[in-house]
């Protein structure tokens, strides 16, 4: 079974929120053994396999006469992305119990660091494994010898195995990311931002997978989860005091965001503006999956492009921002007096930005003020 965490000695209420939160790893993990125990049934074994295994399949035959399995794209994905959404969920609660709250309760941190560090850490190992599995794809399949087969061949829908699998653990990892924020009790403040970034990965790979720009998008996934990773990783090591070499990492990724939003760029370039409109459609023909349409194409470089143009605006002004702080100017506003002010007691709201081992020796110091308590 999945790791059930209990903060207190006391079980909370059957159906209550707090008991669906601290056990969502057990319901979620006992929903998807029953698909899995239904293959063992001859009754049940057709729909079990509807969520288990990949749909859409073809058998085809190729010169020397061997058959080979191939998959399409269609509205049954939607049910092996289920299943695989509870596995996501099982997996993030495994690495969050038996790798992450182990790191946290080593480091003290303040509750907003630690929320943080969860979403780094959860990120950094999936964006890692993504980065490394889809580079192998791309090798595998022949991808790289040739930028030309990002549009030769379209509409691509026959899928390798390998292919399908992953944009499905794409789809998956993303939709579960919203539970997620109830399940990790995810402050109000940190909502939107999520919010935002799960909805925008989850709109553009599904975009691409079901409009049969798998190629592309393969390789824009590849390039921007490895320089994500960067990033993650300079964070907890930011966060783990290591900060020489945090800083080492954020140089480094500094570059290589700059160049893969170049790159992206050419790629999307290539392939919507000039290797597509070789063969353009003139309608959209869903019935072979072809959406090479002018019209398609252009929304589609217009989406990539504003995304792009997006991240590297946050990126810019940060940088401006950090640059302003370290002015002299900046520095001098922020030195402090030579008389120390009196001190005053802390509000209680910025107790919660303090280690646990700090807010106890506040609270004992008096410089907490006192809630006020209904009776």
Not at 96 to 106: G, H, P, S
Not at 251 to 258: E, I, S
Request: charged share 15%.
């Amino acid at each position: 079974m999945a790791p059930r965490r209990s903060k207190s000695s006391k079980n909370p209420p059957i159906f209550s929120h707090e008991f669906f939160i601290q056990n969502h790893a057990d319901i979620v993990s006992c929903i998807a053994m029953v698909f899995i125990i239904g293959l063992m049934f001859q009754a049940t074994s057709p729909v079990a396999s509807l969520f288990i295994t990949l749909q859409h399949n073809l058998t085809l035959n190729d010169s020397a006469n061997v058959e080979h399995t191939v998959y399409t794209t269609g509205s049954r994905d939607l049910f092996t992305v289920f299943f695989y959404f509870l596995i996501c969920v099982v997996v993030h609660a495994v690495l969050q119990e038996y790798v992450l709250d182990k790191l946290n309760r080593k480091m003290h941190l303040s509750k907003i660091k630690h929320s943080k560090f969860n979403e780094s850490g959860q990120l950094l190992i999936f964006f890692l494994v993504s980065a490394a599995w889809g580079a192998d794809i791309l090798f595998r399949e022949n991808y790289v010898t040739g930028v030309n087969q990002l549009w030769e061949g379209y509409p691509h829908t026959q899928l390798p195995f390998i292919v399908k699998f992953f944009f499905i653990i794409q789809l998956a990892y993303w939709v579960h990311n919203y539970p997620e924020l109830y399940f990790q009790k995810i402050r109000k403040e940190e909502m939107p931002g999520r919010l935002q970034y799960t909805s925008i990965y989850l709109v553009f790979i599904g975009a691409a997978y079901f409009l049969n720009f798998n190629r592309v998008a393969l390789c824009a996934l590849v390039l921007h989860y490895a320089v994500e990773s960067l990033y993650h990783m300079a964070l907890l090591c930011h966060f783990s005091e290591k900060v020489d070499f945090a800083k080492k990492i954020f140089v480094v990724f500094d570059v290589l965001f700059v160049l893969v939003r170049l790159g992206t760029i050419t790629l999307a370039v290539l392939t919507f503006w000039y290797g597509l409109a070789q063969s353009n459609n003139p309608s959209i023909d869903i019935l072979t999956g072809n959406y090479n349409t002018y019209l398609v194409r252009i929304n589609c470089l217009a989406a990539i492009g504003l995304s792009q143009a997006g991240l590297m605006w946050n990126f810019i002004t940060f940088h401006l921002r950090k640059l302003r702080e370290k002015s002299p100017a900046s520095k001098k506003l922020r030195s402090p007096s030579k008389k120390k002010p009196a001190s005053k007691p802390l509000p209680t709201e910025d107790l919660d930005s303090l280690p646990e081992v700090d807010q106890n020796s506040a609270t004992e110091n008096g410089n907490v003020r006192a809630r006020k308590v209904k009776k």
